[in-house]
T-cell receptor
């Protein structure tokens, strides 16, 4: 069965520092992979998605993720963190018209 | 263009009661999916409705049921509420065949006391 695993339930960075949120997937077929962000008391907003083609995917708010088949990974990065990036981030994969989410990583950004 | 709207935003119930949550999909979307997000967890798929029928279902008991109306809006019903049903319930809509393009509502926060 397809699944994703997010490493690290909490990540803290200083403003301006690199953001790296880790996600590994388990799939016997090339997966669709997603990163969603959830701000407090809000629903989920799509940051970016990988379906096919280019393995480096650029999303909104300066985020990007790279699909690495050899490592079964789809880590999310942002070169310089901003205070407004503080939120919960979910990696997800897609299976028969439904999303399967990881357990989430809470990103804290310190001034 | 209104996105996905859910009502109510917050709800408090007691154990054993029944609850109905409502969702209006994004304009032009015909498929509605429901997810449960417990505190500190990722969303879990409950079920999906298309053409007023439940098309697929996640690992949830029969206490969880739903409905889709001809205008594509949807309801999630939970009977015999348990403390463990306390969660954020998210509705997502899409166009049939484009299930990877989900749009989420802001959710209904259900507290069971």
């Amino acid at each position: 069965a397809q699944s994703v695993t997010q490493l690290g339930s909490h990540v803290s960075v200083s403003e301006g520092a690199l953001v790296l949120l880790r996600c590994n997937y388990s799939s016997s077929v090339p997966p669709y992979l997603f990163w969603y962000v959830q701000y407090p008391n809000q629903g989920l907003q799509l940051l970016l998605k990988y379906t096919t083609g280019a393995t480096l995917v650029k999303g909104i708010n300066g985020f990007e993720a790279e699909f690495k088949k050899s490592e079964t990974s789809f880590h999310l990065t942002k070169p310089s963190a901003h205070m407004s990036d503080a939120a919960e981030y979910f990696c997800a994969t897609h299976n028969t018209d439904k999303l399967i989410f990881g357990t989430g990583t809470r990103l804290q950004v310190f001034p | 263009d209104a996105g996905v709207t859910q009502s109510p935003t917050h709800l408090i119930k007691t154990r054993g009661q029944q609850v109905t949550l409502r969702c209006s999909p994004k304009s032009g979307h015909d498929t509605v999916s429901w997810y449960q997000q417990a505190l500190g967890q990722g969303p879990q798929f409950i079920f999906q409705y298309y053409e007023e029928e439940e098309r697929q279902r996640g690992n949830f008991p029969d206490r969880f049921s739903g409905h889709q109306y001809p205008n594509y809006s949807s309801e999630l019903n939970v009977n015999a509420l348990l403390l463990g049903d306390s969660a954020l319930y998210l509705c997502a809509s899409s166009l049939a065949g484009t299930g990877e393009k989900l749009f989420f509502g802001s959710g209904t926060q259900l507290s069971v006391l």
